[in-house]
């Protein structure tokens, strides 16, 4: 990445919410990619490279938000690792409580996508409470249509 972006994204992330349009959908989009990868002990940089293919299509045309969605998952990867007021358990919470905000979000939760993930486990234990994770996403994002019938027409 450019040393250019590199800046403007430690200054967007101080205010992210002013200069960044839609920051709440890429915030929402780098949760889930962040609960999936950090359930894995120690994440291969593939998991990041995947984000980063996710992304470009997600993003057509625009690299600078592309590139900020992969910054904003890895920081919030790190945060989990870190356990710097951050774990996986309040990631969820935090999931759930925007898609009852905004239940909209839950199209942009991709399983298909997300499965790609799996390929990078460490062991079959990961490989597991990952398949779980992606249950509970798939289960949470079709009640969540299901009780808000009116998004899924949009």
């Given at each position: 990445?450019?040393?250019?972006?590199?800046?403007?994204?430690?200054?967007?992330?101080?205010?992210?919410?002013?200069?960044?349009?839609?920051?709440?959908?890429?915030?929402?989009?780098?949760?889930?990619?962040?609960?999936?990868i950090a359930?894995?002990?120690?994440?291969?940089?593939?998991?990041?490279?995947?984000?980063?293919?996710?992304?470009?299509?997600?993003?057509e045309?625009?690299?600078?938000?592309?590139?900020?969605?992969?910054?904003?998952?890895?920081?919030?990867?790190?945060?989990?690792?870190?356990?710097?007021?951050?774990?996986?358990?309040?990631?969820?919470?935090?999931?759930?409580?925007?898609?009852?905000?905004?239940?909209?979000?839950?199209?942009?939760?991709?399983?298909?996508?997300?499965?790609?993930?799996?390929?990078y486990?460490?062991?079959?234990?990961?490989?597991?409470?990952?398949?779980?994770?992606?249950?509970?996403?798939?289960?949470?994002?079709e009640?969540?249509l299901h009780?808000?019938?009116?998004?899924?027409?949009?």
């Amino acid at each position: 990445m450019k040393l250019s972006f590199r800046i403007k994204h430690h200054f967007f992330s101080a205010f992210r919410e002013i200069f960044v349009h839609h920051h709440g959908s890429l915030e929402f989009r780098a949760k889930i990619f962040a609960l999936v990868i950090a359930a894995n002990e120690k994440p291969k940089v593939e998991n990041f490279i995947l984000v980063k293919e996710l992304a470009t299509k997600i993003y057509e045309g625009d690299e600078d938000r592309a590139n900020l969605l992969l910054l904003t998952t890895k920081e919030l990867v790190e945060k989990v690792k870190k356990q710097n007021a951050l774990d996986l358990d309040l990631l969820v919470a935090t999931i759930q409580k925007e898609l009852k905000i905004v239940p909209r979000y839950a199209k942009k939760i991709d399983i298909e996508s997300l499965k790609n993930f799996l390929l990078y486990s460490n062991d079959e234990d990961t490989l597991a409470y990952q398949k779980n994770i992606l249950e509970f996403l798939e289960k949470l994002k079709e009640e969540t249509l299901h009780s808000n019938k009116s998004i899924t027409k949009e």
